[in-house]
């Protein structure tokens, strides 16, 4: 296969604290990485990189991992502009918003879906996105559901049923038969095309005995779990976390102390989402306290057209910084191999040898320059899998 060397790197983010300065974030500088085919096989100052057949002069620029986007919601037609625009002015989030986009995406094509995500995912892209999940939940019939995972399937491997997103309308006056529907024949049509099966327990959605329901049923077919936990108020998702060895308890916004605890105690990661809080004008994560309590951390976008209509990583990584308690490292840390442990993959979310050749060049000499800087298109390329897949822009 192909070997090309990206040299004179000015910092490079491996995180792997074997490496380098021996942080987290494993930095190495002047630093440069050889690929061969779709796999990192070196890792080093630039001056001692071996022979390839190519070369990629890096100009001194910063090398970070792609960030993987663990937790999105792209499958889905329409958006809710007038939604957003009234809660700006002043009325609160609530799950039944949720409701508008069911109906535009059980109206549209597949086709129309399967642009929809693309479109979403290349803007993703551009800005350094290398690896998503993304889920279902804008059906909640057994049909819809079914097709939301087969174009989600199209387009990434971290595909999640989200049956349980919210009672669907059909069953406003039987959410125990709705429960049975998710459990039953949804869960026969959409396990195929599934790896992770997710609820949103939460007030106005499902409970904590309905989430364990649900999340059972999926992990007896193979699915595993992860969940909406605890974003609009103190509730038992998170605790339901940590006792099914979910790989994920999403938004975290209001925790106890136990709560801090189990998450600290368990594989399960605590996996932020500030773009929420930054669309809902909502009470921000406290970041600090989970890291300080040694939980492991991961940063996403929940990218959706409801609550977080944002494609961009580095924005969250800016609102973590600015407001979370997050440090630029441990930032950056959670938006790579935070993401990968959320998705219970080693393959990703670092830049050292058997790894995948994700990667992004940043126009900086340091990551830090994604919270120094924000809102600025710092991202020079992307290469995927050892391919360049977004080149640098003109000018």
Not at 25 to 40: F, K, N, R, T
Not at 124 to 153: I, N, P, W
Not at 300 to 321: E, H, K, M, R
């Amino acid at each position: 296969m192909t070997t090309t060397a990206i040299t004179h790197i000015s910092a490079l983010v491996t995180n792997d604290p074997s490496l380098g300065d021996g942080s987290p974030l494993g930095l190495i500088q002047d630093a440069a990485v050889v690929i061969e085919g779709d796999q990192v096989v070196w890792t080093g100052e630039s001056s001692k990189a071996p022979a390839t057949d190519n070369a990629v002069d890096a100009g001194g620029r910063a090398v970070i991992p792609g960030f993987v986007d663990s937790h999105s919601h792209l499958v889905f037609a329409g958006d809710r502009t007038e939604e957003f625009n009234a809660r700006m002015s002043g009325r609160a989030y609530s799950a039944g918003g949720i409701r508008t986009t069911v109906a535009a995406t059980r109206a549209a094509t597949d086709e129309e879906l399967s642009a929809n995500v693309a479109r979403y995912l290349a803007e993703a892209l551009r800005q350094g996105t290398t690896t998503f999940e993304t889920k279902s939940g804008y059906g909640l019939t057994v049909e819809d559901e079914a097709r939301a995972l087969r174009v989600a399937a199209r387009h990434t491997d971290e595909v999640t049923f989200l049956g349980a997103h919210i009672v669907s309308p059909d069953y406003a006056d039987d959410p125990a038969g709705y429960v049975d529907l998710v459990t039953g024949p949804m869960l026969d049509a959409c396990a195929p095309y599934a790896r992770w099966i997710d609820v949103f327990c939460e007030r106005g959605a499902f409970d904590g005995d309905q989430a364990r329901a649900i999340l059972t049923a999926g992990r007896a077919r193979g699915l595993h779990p992860r969940i909406h936990a605890n974003q609009l108020g103190h509730g038992p998702g998170v605790q339901l976390a940590v006792e099914l060895d979910a790989a994920s308890a999403d938004h975290c916004t209001h925790l106890t102390d136990a709560d801090v605890d189990a998450l600290a105690q368990s594989r399960t990661v605590a996996t932020l989402l500030p773009g929420a809080e930054f669309s809902t004008r909502a009470a921000w994560p406290d970041a600090r306290r989970l890291l300080d309590a040694g939980a492991t951390v991961a940063l996403s976008t929940d990218c959706n057209p409801g609550s977080s209509f944002t494609s961009s990583v580095p924005f969250c990584i800016a609102l973590a910084v600015r407001d979370m308690g997050m440090t630029p490292d441990e930032a950056l840390w959670s938006a790579t191999a935070g993401g990968a442990a959320a998705l219970r993959r080693d393959d990703i979310g670092r830049i050292t040898p058997g790894a995948r050749a994700d990667l992004v060049v940043l126009d900086a000499p340091s990551h830090v320059h994604l919270a120094y800087r924000p809102g600025v298109p710092l991202v020079h390329e992307v290469w995927r899998r050892g391919e360049r897949v977004a080149a640098p822009r003109s000018g």
